[in-house]
């Protein structure tokens, strides 16, 4: 009896599973270009969505840049085929889009578990990502590379990445490579400005680190000097001794690209250190949010200049950008808390136009080859974005020329751009 | 607030842990969140859950009282109570809202939409009624289920507990049945259950709970299988976890195999840690110390961005400076040297004094690698980059599963290690100097040898794991390395029962493979990781699986209840 | 028993006797007993920094050790009574100062601030106080109370929990974004003392500091409830028999250190005016640093650990550092603190203050 029983309870599970196999759906023709693609292709069945990954830092003390980010590209995903900011994801060639939002944690191992995640799901076209240049250096664009996902940062401006030796296959980005931000700031305080000695402060972020570099070489290079660089902790919030250091220097100018908490403090304390009263203060884009302003207080964020890519010469459309995109996103998500948005939403509609471009149609599948998405967006060419016409040069990078704008603070609001300059890299 | 009868304040704590939930902002972002999709969001199973507890809980005896003589009248209440609570709630911020006080200025997630999910869309002042019914058969239901036979009782909680594993285990299992070759729409959508998923789990949970229960039991069920013995269905059990270890990154796909390195990673790390604060009772707050130094010198070692090659981050070498396995053996050398320096002046401090200095080491070695001092050395923020993976022949240990292999083999052989230390001559000495220096040094144990002994054990194994680390993520960067990593890997420790060794690899499963695996609660992680933490720690301070010696102490030699687990090779 | 055997043994009984910690020891601290010598004699030969830069430096170090100081105070009294590490004091600190914010901010919208800065201050002080204290209760009685008993990492571990769990609520509650403390007027600028120009905030910040902590004396040495705290350190179960609420010392204990805490906040945002939710968590640790450096659960200790912290943090980088050419010296901070509270507990193991030789079942 007993045994009998036992088969009963197996016989209904393989009834079970055999209902489960009859449910499998059919399969369509594989078209050439797939068979030929050293990567295959992804096929979306007729219905199922088309899913874009987005490996952005939306955990921990810099979620902001990151949601920003996120909300840039599930905007773009909204306003695609339907061209209005609907709520419902938009269209293409029939099949709806999904993101897929993964974190990158804003460090490498963040960077490796969240690339595998999404190189795991083999629905998976594109990748919008990283936030932080320490998640994509060596981790996430080999990850992806290795597995023929395109990927494209809207915020990695870490030289590194886009080097002869260390870029890797599938890697794209439409931020601006920092080389040319932080040529842009040393040529402001040399030329615009006329200074000739300068101090820098990074917070140990590779971010900072790599910007600050990129200045003092630029500025010794123009004939500056760097009279210090300096180094301070995240998290630290007592600076006197930093900038008593970098004070009895008397350097006329200094930079410090770093973040919205310690950038706010250094601002107020270096205010009140005597050898730096006549001082020029700078940062850079991870401080180009009023929250710096309201953490520095006004009166000492006064006259601090604050480098960042050119929103007013966002060359696209300025009309859609302010008219149409910061509604939406005000709307729905808040006010924004960082510039990236906009080359998120870039590079979503780089991404998409890709798709468009090769995606194969066969009856209602479609068949998407990856190499040639690849390929079709290195291809890029004088695509019209919200920050400018991109285009994309071999080694990924689809701002090899950006128009890097220092702004000023007065009562308490930054102004327009008071110097703008063009840079080019490899310049 | 003690003069309000019991009913009335679990059912306001259960409001209030809703209007919580609410402020936190976990109502809203779990709202998208599908169980049964398109019928059932998470934000709705928790409120259930939340009345249903009160209601369960208004229902029973409280600790050392009588149960309530209307038990099923007082779990009414205090579902009511508490859904009034929050109905009143969402009309106070709307009518806050109206006068200009924005709410929102101050809690940030308490928003028009939010208090919508709250008043099921039914309108500001509706939401009381609403909640308040809501609440009220809620908590009737959990005050049934609390009064109920406890058959009844575990098989509710077992087809609601297999409902949400499979819902919020859905794209995990999806993965799976796709790596199996099962078609797993049907069961399976937009993140959650369908229907009929719903309909199939509770329907084989219900099922083998009443197969089981008409068997008398798992153990039951196999003694009447003729030829099944106690001392076989052991062997098949171990044959078929060796099994499943064996085939499973070719079950599941490369994440989760590459959230399974992880584990293995922080198995190994919790093993050492083990040693030093499980068996020698030496509290380190600074383990992550040796993890960066044995990510580092493999990285220095090895990477082609190294300074002993020439090379930096944007100037490579075509080759490290030596190959990973010879760099092994000599990182474990280093981690020796560091341990016996940062020991030996240390190790005669006692508990907490240890605790704060090892933390100190730990933000030392940190500081260090992060540095404008050393960056020509090790990278600064930047860090050292391409660092080759682990050559295994003809294998790509990039590959995850490759890795997995490596790391589960270099798991066995410190899991088998660490049984057998603690039952050697050296383990025995630990465990005197554990439970009273003093008395171990008066039996001749020379007790800073044996402290120093188990710290450099400890090391080693810590630079191991950093050692794989490194050559997994290919990176070796100063971010990986904070205080936050010593308070994991302890974690691992404590949470699975000091000293136990099996309690690592439940530690490690609990605390590292499941908040891997439930990224997609994103900004939540960290939140729900501490309410476990407390959680775990207050129910079962012993540990999830605690060691059998530890469990009899903490409960008192005199009140074994419990049978002790039988654990491979105790014989003590 | 063969020779080689024997003198294998000898050679054995020799490496035991030898004394490898002691060599160790003293090898590293005059190693870190030059540094600190060589460091400033070579700092001080440069003559890059002026004695106005040191004096400054030494003020802005007794400031924020002043904070340090208090916070450091919830820790030793938690620690005299259960013998635990409050890992999440930091968080308790966190809590009161950030809600506090939005009371600063509305009395800053209305004007109120800078025209009624006396009024306005004190209660900031009372709001964060009492969301800090509220805190540290309900902490104690979830997270603490039901171990007690437990062995000793348990509680450190459910604090740990406990942290990250308040970092994460209050990040929930009022976003992740760091606010700005709005600034009172009066205290903004420079008074002259002695020929050096001093910060008013900084002059506020260590006399408030100085009040708290003799307000906390005065509570511990001359009131019943500060006795029963006192007898319940010393011994909880005869203090149990002498007729004390043993639990309600208990919360006390925490109400207090929570109340502190909440008080140096305020203290902490005139010096550093920004918020989020992640602020508690260094102030935290160096806290407990200093608890530890100046000797755990003694009040004095306390004071005397976070004021020789902070000094030691603002000058000692620059002093010991400079001289030996190292580049970016004050992110090697945490190098020079820690590694004096090394050397300091290697010579006194209890801390500045502490029994030399604490023992502790």
């Known amino acids: ?427 | 607030m003690r003069r309000l009868p019991r009913y009335v304040r679990v059912g306001l704590l259960g409001g209030f842990i809703i209007i919580y939930l609410t402020a936190v902002g976990m109502i809203a972002a779990f709202h998208e969140r599908n169980i049964i999709t398109g019928v059932v969001q998470f934000s709705v199973v928790l409120m259930t859950l939340v009345y249903m507890a009160a209601g369960y809980l208004a229902a029973r005896a409280p600790k050392g009282g009588s149960p309530p003589l209307r038990p099923t009248r007082d779990a009414l209440i205090a579902g009511a109570v508490g859904g009034v609570l929050v109905g009143v709630f969402v009309i106070l911020m709307t009518v806050l809202a109206d006068a200009g006080y924005t709410p929102r200025d101050m809690f940030i997630a308490i928003t028009p939409a939010t208090l919508d999910i709250l008043s099921f869309d039914q309108g500001t002042y509706l939401s009381l009624p609403v909640q308040a019914v809501l609440g009220a058969v809620l908590g009737l239901a959990g005050g049934y289920l609390s009064t109920a036979t406890p058959n009844v009782r575990s098989t509710v909680t077992r087809a609601i507990s297999a409902t949400l594993i499979g819902a919020l285990g859905a794209p995990l299992f999806s993965v799976m049945m796709a790596g199996l070759g099962i078609p797993s729409r049907w069961l399976f959508r937009s993140e959650g259950l369908t229907i009929v998923g719903t309909v199939f789990v509770v329907g084989v949970t219900l099922l083998l709970r009443w197969y089981l229960l008409r068997a008398g039991g798992v153990r039951n069920a196999l003694d009447r299988v003729p030829g099944v013995t106690r001392k076989n269905v052991n062997v098949v059990t171990w044959a078929v976890v060796g099994v499943v270890l064996a085939v499973l990154p070719w079950i599941v796909n490369t994440f989760v195999s590459d959230v399974l390195g992880t584990v293995g990673l922080y198995i190994l790390l919790g093993l050492g840690l083990n040693i030093v604060v499980g068996y020698a009772g030496l509290l380190d707050l600074g383990y992550v110390a040796f993890y960066a130094v044995g990510a580092y010198s493999v990285a220095v070692l090895t990477a082609r961005s190294s300074f002993l090659v020439g090379a930096d981050v944007t100037n490579l070498a075509p080759d490290g400076f030596m190959n990973f396995w010879v760099a092994i053996p000599l990182t474990i050398v280093i981690a020796v040297i560091i341990g016996v320096l940062i020991g030996a002046p240390v190790l005669r401090l006692r508990g907490d004094y240890l605790a704060i200095v090892t933390l100190g080491f730990g933000e030392i070695i940190r500081t260090l690698v992060l540095s404008d001092w050393l960056k020509p050395y090790l990278g600064g923020p930047q860090g050292i980059t391409e660092i080759p993976s682990v050559p295994v022949g003809p294998f790509n240990a990039r590959d995850p599963r490759i890795l997995y292999y490596l790391i589960l083999g270099f798991v066995l052989v410190s899991y088998f290690v660490s049984t057998r230390l603690k039952y050697a001559r050296i383990g025995r000495a630990w465990a005197a100097m554990r439970e009273d220096e003093d008395v171990a040094e008066g039996m001749g144990i020379s007790v800073i040898k044996y402290k120093i002994l188990a710290f450099v054990m400890g090391a080693a194994v810590g630079c191991l794991g950093g050692a794989f680390f490194a050559a997994k993520l290919s990176v070796a960067n100063p971010g990986s390395f904070t205080l936050l990593v010593s308070i994991n890997v302890l974690a691992v420790v404590v949470l699975g029962g000091m000293g136990s060794i099996p309690g690592v690899v439940v530690g490690s499963l609990v605390l590292v493979g499941l908040p891997e695996l439930l990224r997609e609660f994103g900004e939540f992680r960290l939140h729900i990781y501490g309410i476990i933490l407390v959680a775990i720690m207050v129910f079962k301070p012993e540990g999830l699986f605690p060691d059998a010696r530890r469990a009899r102490e903490l409960r008192g030699e005199a009140t074994v209840k419990e049978p002790v687990p039988a654990l491979a090779g105790a014989a003590e | 028993m063969t020779s080689v055997e024997t003198a294998a043994r000898s050679y054995r009984v020799l490496l035991e006797r030898l004394p490898v910690r002691r060599i160790i020891l003293v090898i590293l601290s005059l190693v870190i007993a030059y540094g600190v010598i060589a460091g400033t004699v070579a700092t001080l030969q440069t003559g890059r920094f002026t004695a106005e830069d040191w004096v400054d430096l030494f003020v802005a170090g007794v400031a924020r050790g002043s904070v340090y100081a208090i916070i450091a105070l919830g820790y030793t009294l938690v620690y005299g009574i259960l013998f635990i590490i409050n890992f999440a004091h930091g968080e308790v600190f966190m809590s009161g100062t950030f809600t506090a914010f939005f009371v600063a901010h509305a009395l800053a919208d209305q004007g109120l601030l800078n025209t009624y800065p006396v009024p306005a201050l004190i209660l900031l002080f009372v709001v964060s106080a009492l969301v800090s204290m509220s805190i540290a209760v309900i902490l104690e009685r979830v997270a603490y109370r039901p171990l007690r008993g437990a062995p000793r990492l348990v509680p450190l571990i459910t604090a740990i929990g406990a942290s990250l769990f308040l970092q994460y609520t209050f990040r929930g509650f009022y976003g992740a974004q760091a606010k700005a403390y709005p600034n009172i007027d009066i205290l903004q600028g420079n008074v002259p003392v002695a020929g050096f120009t001093i910060q008013r905030a900084q002059i506020l910040v260590v006399a408030g500091a100085i009040i708290l902590w003799l307000a906390l004396y005065l509570v511990i040495e001359r009131t019943r409830i500060g006795r029963a705290m006192r007898a319940v350190g010393e011994d909880r179960e005869i203090a149990a028999l002498m007729g004390i609420d043993v639990d309600r010392t208990i919360v006390s204990t925490f109400a207090i250190g929570g109340a502190l805490a909440g008080a140096a906040g305020i203290l902490f945002v005139q010096l550093f005016n920004s918020v989020f939710f992640f602020m508690g968590f260094f102030p935290g640790i160096k806290a407990f640093t200093a608890a530890v450096l100046g000797g755990i659960g003694s009040i004095t200790g306390a004071a005397l650990g976070g004021l020789v912290l902070g000094i030691l943090e603002a000058v000692g980088p620059i002093l010991f550092l400079t001289g030996i050419g190292v580049p970016s010296p004050n992110q090697l901070q945490p190098v020079v603190s820690f590694g004096i509270l090394v050397l300091v507990l290697i010579f006194r193991p209890g801390g500045i203050l502490g029994a030399p030789e604490e023992k502790r079942a």
Not at chain 1, 69 to 77: D, F, M
Not at chain 1, 166 to 175: G, M, S
Not at chain 1, 375 to 395: E, M, Q, Y
């Open chain 1, 1 to 427: 009896m007993k045994k009998k029983r036992n088969l009963g309870f197996l016989a209904l599970l393989a009834v079970l599973s055999l209902v489960i196999a009859a449910c499998a759906p059919g399969e369509a023709e594989t078209p050439a270009e797939c068979e030929a693609d050293e990567f295959g292709c992804v096929e979306v069945a007729g219905g199922e969505a088309i899913k874009i990954g987005s490996l952005l830092v939306i955990t921990g003390p810099n979620s902001s840049l990151g949601l920003d980010s996120q909300y840039g590209v599930e905007l773009a995903l909204d306003y695609w085929g339907a061209d209005e900011f609907d709520g419902e994801p938009g269209e293409l060639l029939g099949h709806p889009l999904e993101l897929v939002a993964e974190d990158d944690g804003c460090s490498a191992e963040g960077g490796t578990a969240g690339a595998n995640s999404l190189a795991a799901d083999e629905q998976v076209v594109a990748v919008i990502g990283t936030s932080c240049s320490s998640a994509a250096l060596g981790v996430a664009d080999t990850i992806f590379s290795d597995r023929g996902i395109a990927i494209v940062s809207p915020s990695n401006t870490g030289p590194a990445l886009t080097t002869e030796e260390n870029h890797k296959e599938f890697y794209l980005r439409t931020a601006h490579n920092d080389s040319i931000q932080g040529a842009a700031v040393a040529n402001f305080a040399y030329t615009e400005l006329g200074l000739r000695s300068a101090a820098t402060i990074h917070d140990g972020s590779p971010y900072a680190d790599g910007l600050q570099q990129v200045f003092a070489d630029v500025f010794t290079e123009l004939g500056g000097t760097i009279t210090k660089q300096e180094a301070i902790q995240v998290g630290d919030t007592d600076f006197n001794p930093v900038l008593t250091d970098i004070a009895a220097d008397a350097p006329e100018f200094l930079y410090f690209p770093i973040f919205v908490a310690e950038g706010g403090l250094i601002t107020q304390q270096a205010r009140a250190i005597d050898g730096l009263a006549d001082t020029v203060l700078a940062g850079s884009d991870g401080m180009f949010t009023p929250d710096w302003i309201a953490a520095a207080g006004a009166d000492n964020a006064n006259g601090v200049y604050i480098s960042g890519p050119d929103l007013a010469s966002f060359s696209g459309d300025v009309d859609f950008y302010t008219g149409g995109f910061i509604p939406a996103y005000t709307d729905a998500y808040g006010e924004p808390q960082s510039v990236f948005h906009a080359h998120a939403w870039d590079a979503t509609n780089m991404i998409l136009a890709a798709i468009e471009e090769v995606a194969i149609e066969v009856g209602d599948t479609l068949f998407i080859p990856r190499t040639g998405l690849k390929d079709a967006l290195f291809a890029t060419s004088n695509f019209p974005g919200i920050t400018g016409n991109l285009t994309c040069n071999p080694l990924g990078d689809c701002q090899p020329s950006a128009t890097i704008a220092v702004v000023t603070v007065e009562n308490g609001e930054f102004t327009e751009a008071v110097y703008s300059e063009l840079g080019t890299l490899g310049g």
